[in-house]
């Protein structure tokens, strides 16, 4: 297929965020933010152009080369259903995210005191465009050399405030990440070996036995990528970064790199064996439990949200692991298809509202001075807005309807129960994962009436206003927890 329009409007997107790095690290400091928003701005467009062009073209999966080497595809770009819509929410989301920081990254801010600094607006705009890429990429290269990136943003993001707990947590997120991608380089070199290309579709083509690997190299990528036990201790521990950093890396962003990852291989991998999808499912119910049990004692916001977010990851993979089990059986092409579908909606759905989550914990830290959830209360009747979001925020990840992720929860399930038919093992994991989505909806609940009821507590009380750029996004992300599960929904078909 010909370079046309999509292409252009993709590779633009990718490429604006590292343009407006370049610009912001010539301009004096003042221009930082500007400039990052800017470009995050301009790119955000792009992408839902993109979107646009897909979809009044006739909404027809198109793969197109982009970089050559020596007659082998190195870097190509998809544009499907999956891709567009994904790349909608990373990118706009680092979008409002940067209007955010804005406000956030102040002296004004009572728990982190900090005047805006070039270097975290600089590795902002770098991280967003390598997430476009991440998305769009078609080739396990391309995959794998913007994985890389976002990982080295991160350490550079995590470890922003250069304390030794911050520069050690970087440190851990960088090498248990880069450990992970190692999955990742041996699905390509094989690949290549195989099928003489990196284009992951090449993937369909390979024995059982080869495909297998291929395929378990790039889940380990993406376990690690996206904090699954074992690999999840980086997760908790980076924290440690500004909370802006913690809304968008590891609620919205980097932590969706993994499971995208292993979603497009899946996608392109035809026939799945059996043995993955079973890896994928298991290793998910393991961590979704250990992540439930790790956050009920957490009263830190940021570090209930960081378990939080290892537990809901985990419902993704289970998904993805339910539609590869389902793929393999016999008049299960349906429930594979909704498995599948609901796993990506989440990847969708789950990122607006953790991120909303991550930033009202921002908004905490900015107003009160704190995020320790037990010196919070009457928070609704101190600061309404934060108060609306937050609850809009715990209901979406306890997948209360009309929320976001209530839509994608309850495709995994359906998916889940009609493969478990067949399947009495397959039909407990699904159990379970019930079970664990109407416990999590208790313990948000129980915050939620911690924090937003009575009389406002000391804490609260002595708080200073809310900035406006602040709630400001929220609205805007209040809106998208309501409305993005119906549309991921649709556009998902």
């Given amino acids: 297929m010909s370079f046309g329009i999509e292409s252009l409007l993709g590779l633009l997107a990718i490429v604006v965020p590292f343009v407006a790095t370049f610009v912001l690290l010539l301009l004096p400091q003042r221009w930082a933010k500007w400039v990052c928003i800017s470009g995050a701005a301009l790119s955000s467009l792009l992408v839902v152009l993109v979107a646009w062009t897909f979809a ?7 793969v197109v080369p982009v970089l050559s080497l020596g007659g082998v595809q190195v870097l190509g770009f998809v544009f499907d259903k999956v891709s567009t819509l994904l790349a909608c929410a990373f990118v706009v989301i680092g979008l409002l995210v ?13 728990e982190h005191p900090d005047a805006p600094r070039r270097r975290f607006y600089a590795y902002l705009s770098i991280f967003i465009g390598a997430m476009a890429g991440v998305v769009y990429a078609s080739t396990l290269i391309g995959m794998l050399v913007f994985f890389e990136i976002t990982g080295a943003c991160s350490w550079g993001l995590i470890g922003y405030y250069h304390t030794p707990t911050a520069t050690k947590a970087a440190m851990k997120a960088m090498i248990i990440t ?81 499971v995208s990852v292993f979603a497009r291989a899946l996608l392109c991998a035809g026939t799945i ?20 049990l790790m956050y009920l004692p957490q009263t830190d916001m940021k570090r209930l ?10 419902y993704i993979f289970m998904g993805l692991g339910i539609a590869a089990i389902a793929s393999a059986q016999t008049g299960a092409g349906a429930a594979a298809s909704l498995a599948f579908t609901g796993a990506v909606s989440h990847i969708f759905n789950h990122a607006w509202a953790k991120t909303l989550f991550f930033l009202v914990a921002g908004s905490l830290s900015f107003t009160l001075g704190t ?11 101190a600061y309404p807005v934060t108060g609306v979001a937050f609850a809009f925020a715990a209901l979406a990840i306890a997948g209360v309807p ?16 009609e493969a478990g038919m067949a399947n009495p093992l ?16 208790a313990w948000f609940l129980h915050w939620m009436g911690q924090c937003l009821m009575g009389e406002p507590s000391e804490t609260v009380s002595a708080g200073q206003p809310l900035p406006a750029a602040m709630a400001g996004v929220f609205v805007v992300l209040m809106v998208m927890v309501v409305v993005s599960g119906p549309l991921s929904a649709t556009w998902l078909g």
Avoid at 56 to 62: E, L, R, S, V
Avoid at 274 to 288: D, E, F, H, K
């Fill in 56 to 62: 009044t073209g006739g909404a027809q999966t198109a």
């Fill in 98 to 110: 940067s209007i955010y920081s804005v406000a956030y990254m102040s002296p004004n801010n009572r």
């Fill in 178 to 258: 880069h450990i992970g991608s190692l999955g990742l380089v041996l699905a390509a070199i094989m690949t290549f070996a195989l099928a003489g290309t990196f284009e992951t579709t090449a993937i369909a083509g390979l024995a059982d036995g080869p495909k297998t690997v291929v395929l378990l190299g790039i889940l380990f990528a993406a376990w690690a990528k996206s904090a699954q036990w074992p690999l999840y201790m980086w997760l908790p521990s980076a924290m440690e970064a500004p909370t802006p950093v913690s809304a968008y890396l590891h609620g919205a962003s980097m932590v969706k790199v993994g």
């Fill in 273 to 292: 064996p059996l043995a993955v999808g079973w890896t994928a499912a298991v290793g998910a119910l393991v961590t979704m439990l250990f992540g439930f």
């Fill in 305 to 314: 949200l960081a378990f939080s977010t290892i537990a809901q990851l985990a």
């Fill in 371 to 381: 995020r320790m959830l037990p010196k919070i209360r009457g928070l609704l009747r």
């Fill in 402 to 417: 009309p929320m976001n992720c209530f839509f994608s929860k309850f495709q995994i399930f359906a998916g889940g129960f």
């Fill in 426 to 441: 397959l039909l407990a994991f699904v159990v379970i994962m019930i079970l664990e989505t109407v416990a999590t909806f």
